[in-house]
């Protein structure tokens, strides 16, 4: 098997532009303490990212605004997102979210 020189080269460069930025911060964030409030800040991001994800599938459906009456994950997402602030379970919340959408799938 021969290797062409110019799609090793697209490889490698796709390599270095993925690995520098995560590899970057964190050299560079590692060396330095950040002040409390970074870190608070920091602290709300992951929840920020998963919120604007769970939102968009949950409210959207082909770009578009879902009628509520009509939105069937939307009604598996309440007993789901109960679940998952009563229990703080994943495998529970993820049980019930799978449930939900199935029954609800299944009746309408």
Known sequence: M???WDVFLIILGAALVT?????????I????ELPEWGMRWLNY?????????????????????SPIANNVELFAAIPTF?????????LGTVLVGIVSIMILRMFF
Not at 29 to 32: A, E, G, H, K, N
Not at 45 to 65: H, R
């Open 29 to 32: 964030l590692s060396r330095f």
């Open 82 to 90: 109960w679940i998952a602030i009563k229990t703080r379970s994943l």
């Open 45 to 65: 991001v992951p929840i920020s990212v998963m919120a604007a994800l769970i939102g968009q599938e949950i409210l959207l459906n082909d770009g578009k605004f």
């Open 2 to 4: 021969e290797v062409r």
């Open 19 to 27: 690995f520098i930025p995560r590899v970057a911060p964190l050299m």
